[in-house]
């Protein structure tokens, strides 16, 4: 079967328990199973609650993630993001900026 050039998968962006940077983001599908349309399908790996990490098309944000060598707004852009996605309120957990809690705890793509 030929995989589809542009594919609609509904579902929700999910922060809690994850580092979310400037260009991706946790996201759980309504139907895991239309994944499997997919160009290297079988390269997505669901966490445990069923999110995989969406990386953003033609966005290369500055780097958050590169332990004592992060880049200089890379929070920036983080915050930025989420923002964006509709998550109002975020807390982090202080050392490896882990999501604790958000408001809304998941957002639908708009």
């Known amino acids: 079967m030929t995989s589809p050039y542009f594919l609609a998968i ?7 328990g994850y580092e979310p940077d400037g260009d991706s ?12 349309m997919l160009k290297n399908h079988f390269r997505i790996k669901p966490s445990k ?6 990386r953003f098309e033609a966005i290369d ?7 004592n060598q992060a880049q200089p707004l890379g929070t920036d852009a983080r915050d930025r993001l ?4 509709g998550f109002a309120k ?16 998941a957002v639908p793509p708009g």
Do not use: C
């Open 10 to 16: 509904s579902g929700n962006f999910k922060l809690e």
């Open 25 to 36: 983001v946790r996201f759980i599908p309504d139907q895991a199973s239309r994944m499997n």
């Open 49 to 54: 609650d069923g999110s995989v990490q969406l």
């Open 61 to 67: 944000a500055t780097e958050l993630h590169y332990g």
């Open 82 to 85: 989420v923002s964006l996605l």
């Open 90 to 105: 975020v807390n982090y957990v202080p050392v490896n900026a882990a999501v604790k809690a958000a408001n809304p705890t």
